[in-house]
């Protein structure tokens, strides 16, 4: 069965139209909830073509809930797969079981999964043994190498081999899709979903400046750094690198505020307080909400992060980012000149962050164009999911 023959199996057919579409829309850890609450308001818009399952496996928890409690989506089930610790191959066999079992229990007419997750990965695979036509929202990304990003390179080739919709978020990850021959017929450029939810949150929180600006008096100055990191290959030595290098600038930049809401994960948060728990004018705060993180990058100079989510939507927001990876699947900022990958090097982070902390942040408040989106991928998705099944 190639993809395109399950794509033909699964719809077309018009004797559906006055049924809505029962689309399982799983998702899992903090970005997929970031970019599919979009989706899933878009869904809700048209109660009469669309009724979503919407379903959490839990793979994350607090870091989820925090995005679902923002945008007021409350799922219809929740798995809640999450342990402390958890290993890739005990996440994947406990999240592909449990999806199927959904699968089982709902009879969905197709599935919507977003990205590169363990949670897109499995319930992509779930779908393909019910033989329920994948939608692939944020398709067709790559580096070419299985090792970074690691594993979501995996994940995201794997979900695209079942996919019949796959969502491609700009012309190059489209490309990258014909190019291991996807049929036309089941790609489009629709952008990514996470500029919908960036436009939706935005201009409210800039609205709401002086309730941000109590909580973080830090990042109310003008020369703000803000860091992520979690990437599984940066574990170990990248990791302690990049915060060696934030623990140079902090002392060469002693009126810079570095600011650095950490990750949960053990592999994280652990190394990154024990190297910088001591220093002044670096402030390690937990993973903030969805809509003051999207504040924070509003007030930052600079942006140093691996994270896939933040390379999107800071080009939007006139700082600098840098990004320690050494390869990235998010091209399209990079050559448009809007961010810059740095990798895991002391010296090159401590001097790409200082000639940017010197140069001159863009003041104009309008929210720049961006080459992964312009706010309405959602609706091109819903409307192309429409189209195939009603
Ligand atoms: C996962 C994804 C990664 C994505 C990232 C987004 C996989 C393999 N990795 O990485 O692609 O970029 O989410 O942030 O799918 N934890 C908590 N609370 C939370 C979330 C995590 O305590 O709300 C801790 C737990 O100890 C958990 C650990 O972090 O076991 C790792 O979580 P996991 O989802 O496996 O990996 P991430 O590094 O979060
Ligand atoms: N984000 C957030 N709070 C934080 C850090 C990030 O809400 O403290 C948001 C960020 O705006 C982006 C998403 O989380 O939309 C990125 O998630 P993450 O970096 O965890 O994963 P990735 O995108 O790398 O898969």
Known sequence: MTNS?????????????????????????????????PLILECQRRPSQV????????????????????????PDMDLGLMKPGQTLSGLTSACLQAVDQVIVDQKPDCMVVQGDTTTVMTS?????????????????????????????????????????????????????????????????????????ALLHTVEQERADDSKWRAKYPAATGDSVVLITGHRRENFGDGLANTCDAIADLAKSHPDTQFIY???????????????????????????????????????AKVVLTDSGGVQEEAPS???????????????????????????????????????????????????????YGDGLASKRIVDWMLETWR
């Open 5 to 37: 023959d399950q794509s033909g199996s699964a719809g077309g057919s018009t004797s559906h139209q006055n049924i809505p579409l029962r689309p399982l829309i799983v998702f899992g850890t903090r970005p997929e909830a970031i970019k599919l609450c």
């Open 51 to 74: 009724s979503p399952i919407i379903c959490s496996t839990g793979q994350h928890r607090e870091m989820l809930d925090q995005v679902l409690g923002y945008f007021s989506i409350v």
């Open 124 to 196: 992509a695979m779930a779908a393909f043994y019910h033989r329920i036509p994948i939608v692939h929202v944020e398709a067709g990304l790559r580096t070419g190498d299985l090792s970074a990003p690691w594993p979501e390179e995996f994940n995201r080739r794997v979900a695209g081999i079942v996919t019949q919709l796959h969502c491609a978020p700009t012309e190059k990850s489209a490309d990258a899709l014909r190019r291991e021959h996807v049929q036309d017929s089941q790609i489009r450029v629709t952008g990514n979903t996470v500029i919908d």
């Open 261 to 299: 809401p950490v990750h949960l994960n053990p592999n994280v948060k652990g190394p990154v307080h024990d190297r910088l728990g001591n220093l002044p004018n670096i402030h390690l705060v937990p993973p903030a909400d969805y809509p003051e993180f999207v504040w924070l990058m509003d007030r």
């Open 317 to 371: 927001l006139g700082c600098a980012v840098l990004v320690t990876r050494e390869k990235t699947e998010r091209p399209e900022a990079v050559e448009a000149g809007l961010a810059e990958l740095v990798g895991t090097n002391r010296e090159l982070i401590v001097q790409k962050v200082s000639e940017a902390l010197a140069a001159r942040r863009a003041d104009d408040q309008s929210i720049a164009s961006n080459p």
